[in-house]
C-alpha cells in the first residue's frame, strides 16, 4: 500500500507565504506524475499545479506566478511554495500522485488534504 501525507497548511495573512509538502510512504518504486489540487467551500475540486518525472510542470492560470510545484525524489516528496496568497486561494488542499510499486502500479493517490486559509 501507499500512503500520501500532506503538511503545511495554516493561517496566513493576504500577501503572505506557505509551504505545503505531502510525502509518499509505503512500496515505492519510483513516483510519475505528482499533483496538487485544491477545493474551496462549495466549489469543485480543482487542478493547481502538476510536475512530471522529468520535471516538466503546469499551473491553473490563476496561481502561475505566484507557485512554484517542485520534487524530491529521494525522499518520494512533492512541494507547494506558495507566494501573494489572496483570500481566493483559501482552501483545502490534497496531493494526488501516480505511484508505482515493486510489483504494483497505483495510480490517482490521493493524501487527506490539508487546510489553507487566508485572511486577514
Known amino acids: 500500500q501507499v500512503q500520501l501525507v500532506e503538511s503545511g497548511g495554516g493561517l496566513v495573512q493576504p500577501g503572505g507565504s506557505l509551504r505545503l509538502s505531502c510525502a509518499a510512504s509505503g512500496s515505492i518504486f519510483s513516483i510519475n506524475t505528482m499533483r496538487w489540487y485544491r477545493q474551496a467551500p462549495g466549489k469543485q475540486r480543482e487542478l493547481v499545479a502538476t510536475?512530471?518525472?522529468?520535471?516538466?510542470?503546469t499551473y491553473a492560470d490563476s496561481v502561475k506566478g505566484r507557485f512554484t510545484i517542485s520534487r524530491d525524489d529521494a525522499k518520494s516528496t512533492v512541494f507547494l511554495q506558495m507566494n501573494s496568497l489572496k483570500p481566493e486561494d483559501t482552501a483545502v488542499y490534497y496531493c494526488?500522485?501516480?505511484?508505482?510499486?515493486?510489483?504494483?502500479?497505483?495510480?490517482?493517490?490521493w493524501g487527506q488534504g490539508t487546510q489553507v486559509t487566508v485572511s486577514s
Open positions: 510536475i512530471t518525472r522529468g520535471g516538466t510542470t
Open positions: 494526488n500522485a501516480d505511484v508505482i510499486g515493486g510489483s504494483s502500479y497505483w495510480p490517482d493517490r
